[in-house]
């Protein structure tokens, strides 16, 4: 073990001597409650001490707003997020939900005869979220769906009688979207049967008399439809004969038209408005050259709002439809913003906001002021934010061209306060189709603060957020390209003198956890050791196991496995059959209930690199899926995974 550089507090010498036995004495399979250690030796106390400080922090995001003006948030008091509602700025946090599992989403009902809310919530991650339905200022939930199915994007009609959803009932993987009424107490009635798994409902026309659904094949290609109820005819909105892809749509509040996010003719997801009748076209925000993200309609037509992800922050922008000008909201710190959500006089607009310095927590604009206020402040634990370190914007040269010059690659670097060289940690994001963006991150700053690493977040080809171009690099035969990228990575970080290219680790989840296993394939020789949550290790395997309402959504991203020549280069690049070229030490991460990359993934993964006498620590959850979403889980995995980098520095 290394110990140049190390800055672990409080107490740095007491911990290498803890770390230092722990590694001598070697581990085995340890179980506490629904944790499973294999081969993780036990984490010293004062690492678990010095992390758990930072792990404390939490958030909130705001759901959506009652007819009497109180605000509906997800945040967690203990060991998972539940709903409460905040009755002004400042406000205490009422606690609604009381469950062992997560409460994070959930809808308020517009109508104003009996107040409620329907919320989704699975068990142990499987995915599987029932939707149900709880009264404001009554203690119990109703069960709406079958305990059973996939239900998700619960929309209320206008005038809060009636819920629409998307659910895999029927045959558990095409969605099919339902109507309920949630207190007359009877069966959900099934309106539209889905010839996929990728249809959802996105909002209700003026009326109650139409739908507004979308079908999901990839992020380049959806389709817009409106379903009228009664006559179950189905229209599409903007017909392309191209693929395009869409974003958030919401009817206009007169019924006119459709406010809707598409790539048509862009390279971006920009703003539009169609008219159903005529089918003309009205760029909103052809002026802004990045995805539009989120938007919002206020009740009484007259505000749309809409964020844009303006380099990986989020920019909020306001837009008076009367008037047909702009607003211009308060400037925040460079962040995420999201959940926008009008009140029902349209005059007050919450939405979630962070930063990597602040803690995510439910903010209103006040139209009418111009002013945005924090309803909720979140406690970042007993740390000293003001040390916390927000990120610069960088960019690497990587190994192919654009016109004369080389491509650049987008990253985000977190550098300790102190000269170097600093260890360094690559994280790379999952999705593939997503982005690393600047949000609230305790665990970076940890990193960063008390382990004294420089954290590196690329954003390799195929993430979005850089036009459908950048994104499609790395689809099908291209999938190794974006193995390349990391490799150019590690170039640059052994040309800066601030790090240390002698003690570079890669980490990633998801499909970051097979970009951390293909990195360790490739370049293993520049890399200390490699850290795969829940990753991807055979694509041949990962395909046929997947949940079967995912397989062709993941098909279109990865290749069919069916046709045999994608099928051979997919065995050929799969980290597991490769797993020869592996000789650093391993971290890998996995929940059992994990419907998207199943557990098995994981598991023949340990077993291969074991039994080439690879050093494998191996970390399961039980009670948890794709991710931890349960504190005192979390916490114990992010313990593991600090002595893993301390014990490998």
């Known amino acids: 073990m290394r110990l140049k550089n190390l800055r672990l507090r409080p107490v740095p010498t007491c911990v290498l001597a803890m770390l230092l036995a722990a590694s001598s004495a070697g581990a085995a399979r340890?179980?506490?409650?629904?944790?499973v250690f294999d081969n993780v030796p036990p984490v010293p106390g004062a690492v678990a001490a010095s992390i758990d400080r930072y792990l404390d922090a939490r958030g909130a995001s705001p759901l959506g707003w009652s007819p009497a003006g109180q605000l509906l948030i997800a945040t967690r008091f203990s060991d998972v997020d539940q709903l409460h509602l905040v009755d002004r700025a400042g406000g205490a946090r009422r606690q609604l939900t009381f469950y062992r599992e997560p409460v994070n989403e959930a809808a308020v009902s517009p109508g104003t005869a009996r107040p409620g809310y329907v919320f989704l919530k699975d068990v142990g991650g499987n995915e599987n979220s029932q939707l149900y339905y709880q009264r404001l200022g009554e203690p119990a939930?109703?069960?709406?769906?079958?305990?059973?199915?996939?239900?998700?994007?619960?929309?209320?009609?206008?005038?809060?009688?009636?819920?629409?959803?998307y659910s895999n009932l029927r045959n558990g993987r095409d969605s099919d979207i339902y109507v309920v009424e949630p207190e007359a107490g009877t069966p959900p009635q099934l309106v539209f049967t889905g010839d996929a798994p990728g249809w959802t409902v996105l909002d209700w026309a003026p009326g109650d008399g139409k739908l507004l659904l979308k079908k999901y094949v990839s992020i380049t290609e959806s389709y817009l439809y409106v379903y009228d109820l009664a006559s179950s005819q189905l229209k599409e909105v903007d017909p392309s004969k191209s693929k395009v892809g869409i974003g958030p749509a919401l009817f206009s509040r007169d019924g006119?038209?459709?406010?809707?996010?598409?790539?048509?003719?862009?390279?971006?997801?920009?703003?539009?408005?169609?008219?159903?009748?005529?089918?003309?076209?009205?760029?909103?925000?052809?002026?802004?050259?990045?995805?539009?993200?989120?938007?919002?309609v206020s009740r009484d037509a007259r505000w749309l709002a809409?964020?844009?992800?303006?380099?990986?922050?989020?920019?909020?922008?306001?837009?008076d439809l009367r008037a047909h000008q702009e607003m211009t909201p308060p400037a925040l710190a460079p962040g995420l913003i999201s959940n926008l959500r009008f009140d029902i006089t349209g005059r007050q607009l919450a939405f979630a906001y962070a930063s990597p310095v602040q803690p995510r927590d439910a903010y209103v604009f006040d139209t009418g002021s111009g002013k945005i206020e924090p309803w909720t402040r979140s406690e970042a634990g007993p740390v000293d934010v003001s040390k916390f370190v927000a990120p610069r914007l960088a960019q690497f040269p990587t190994f192919d061209r654009v016109g004369m010059k080389s491509r650049q690659i987008p990253l985000y670097v977190f550098e300790p306060a102190d000269p170097g060289p600093h260890p360094v940690l690559i994280s790379i994001h999952g999705g593939p189709e997503s982005q690393f963006r600047p949000g609230f991150d305790p665990w970076t700053q940890y990193l960063v603060n008390e382990l004294g690493f420089t954290v590196l977040a690329p954003n390799v080809r195929g993430s979005s957020g850089y036009g459908k171009t950048y994104l499609s690099l790395d689809n099908g035969l291209l999938r190794e390209d974006s193995v390349k990228d990391i490799g150019a990575l590690l170039v640059w970080i052994a040309a800066q003198r601030q790090f240390d290219s002698k003690r570079v680790f890669v980490s990633g989840g998801s499909y970051g956890g097979y970009m951390s296993l293909a990195t360790m394939v490739?370049?293993?020789?520049?890399?200390?050791?490699?850290?795969d949550v829940v990753g991807i290790a055979n694509f041949i395997t990962f395909l046929t196991n997947t949940a079967a309402y995912r397989q062709d959504l993941r098909r279109a991203e990865y290749g069919d496995e069916r046709n045999p020549d994608m099928r051979s280069f997919l065995q050929r690049v799969s980290?597991?059959?490769?797993?020869?070229?592996?000789?650093?030490?391993?971290?890998?991460v996995q929940g059992q209930n994990d419907p998207r990359v199943p557990m098995s993934e994981s598991e023949q993964m340990v077993n291969r690199l074991r039994s080439r006498g690879v050093e494998v620590w191996y970390?399961?959850?039980?009670?948890?899926?794709?991710?931890?979403?349960?504190?005192?889980?979390?916490?114990?995995?992010?313990?593991?995974?600090?002595?893993?980098?301390l014990q490998n520095k």
């Open 30 to 35: 340890v179980e506490r409650g629904n944790l």
């Open 141 to 165: 939930a109703k069960l709406l769906t079958d305990s059973r199915s996939l239900n998700g994007d619960p929309v209320w009609s206008n005038d809060g009688r009636r819920v629409a959803y």
């Open 256 to 296: 006119v038209g459709v406010f809707l996010a598409t790539d048509r003719d862009s390279e971006f997801q920009q703003l539009q408005f169609v008219n159903l009748g005529s089918g003309e076209r009205t760029a909103l925000s052809a002026h802004l050259p990045w995805d539009v993200e989120d938007i919002a």
């Open 306 to 319: 809409y964020t844009v992800n303006q380099g990986g922050a989020s920019r909020l922008n306001v837009l």
């Open 522 to 531: 490739n370049f293993g020789d520049r890399l200390r050791a490699g850290i």
């Open 575 to 588: 980290p597991f059959n490769n797993a020869e070229r592996i000789t650093k030490p391993m971290l890998i």
């Open 619 to 645: 970390l399961l959850a039980k009670d948890e899926g794709h991710g931890f979403r349960k504190k005192q889980n979390r916490d114990a995995y992010l313990q593991t995974v600090a002595q893993f980098l």
